[in-house]
């Protein structure tokens, strides 16, 4: 008899999280009938208790906002990654006990360009200066030969952004959000902006712009997104980052190869059943 493997994803707010919905195909298509993949709706005071009450079924957690930092003084390990953002998102428990911690977004997020052909890029543009836009840099050093221009609306971000650049080794220049028409000129863009935030540039699109990374998936498409590909320009969404954070992560806690065409099925057709 298999023995019962649990895994979840922790955050607060966690209702709306893809995550289930990609981990559980995966583990049909892998034929996984004894592992189950939950959410929970944790905060960061509710978090170490949830922590200390994981048993040895447990094989792995996935972190959501606010938990990717909280999560780090209860780890015995931390990868490159994660330390290079200061920001967790997946938790493996091993065997022995121990709980180490990595950050599937950034190689997520590399994946996701590489899938649709960016490889390398001169320069980028990155809108907003949040936890996203950590990572956003984090990728860019991997792929961007040049400078990086920051798009925030204030001082204090544009420090947050230039201290950033400066840990992550990316030559971070920093515009103040009044300029940001000038970020769609840029090979590519990187938005991180919540929901209705880049609306007012969708009009601002060049006729044969770069390449879009839009890391929102619900709604899709953004304004933004659905004006860019309207050019014929490429589109990466926040679904192609979910999906390929997740593909790591579900190899990480499995040990198998994850299948990439069937989570992202799944993630689309979760996302066109929800109502507007």
Not at 58 to 73: E, F, N, Q, V
Request: aromatic fraction near 4%; include cysteine; charged fraction near 20%.
């Amino acid at each position: 008899m298999s023995v019962t493997r649990r895994a979840a994803v922790l955050g607060s707010p966690i209702a709306h999280s893809l995550s289930p919905v990609l981990h559980r195909a995966a583990y049909t298509e892998l034929g996984l009938d004894h592992w189950s993949y939950d959410r929970f709706e944790v905060d960061e005071a509710g978090l170490p208790g949830f922590v200390e009450g994981l048993d040895s079924t447990w094989a792995g957690l996935s972190l959501t906002m606010p938990l990717k930092r909280a999560i780090m003084p209860m780890l015995d390990g931390i990868s490159d990654t994660a330390a290079s953002v200061e920001a967790v998102n997946t938790v493996v428990l091993t065997e022995d006990g121990r709980r180490l911690g990595d950050n599937t977004d950034i190689p997520g997020m590399v994946a996701a360009l590489r899938e649709r052909g960016v490889e390398k890029v001169e320069t980028a543009a990155v809108l907003g200066a949040g936890a996203t836009a950590s990572s956003a840099l984090a990728a860019l050093a991997e792929i961007c030969t040049g400078p990086v221009t920051a798009y925030v609306r204030s001082e204090v971000r544009a420090d947050e952004m230039r201290g950033w650049g400066r840990r992550l080794g990316v030559d971070v220049r920093v515009a103040d959000w009044a300029e940001a028409d000038e970020a769609l000129r840029a090979p590519l863009v990187i938005a991180t902006t919540p929901a209705g935030t880049t609306d007012a540039l969708a009009g601002a699109v060049p006729s044969a712009p770069g390449t879009l990374f839009d890391v929102l998936y619900d709604p899709w498409p953004t304004a933004l997104a659905s004006r860019w590909a309207a050019t014929g320009a490429g589109v990466v969404g926040g679904l192609d980052l979910l999906v390929h954070q997740a593909v790591l992560q579900v190899e990480q806690m499995t040990g198998l190869d994850a299948p990439l065409a069937v989570m992202r099925a799944a993630g689309e057709t979760a996302l066109a059943a929800r109502t507007h």
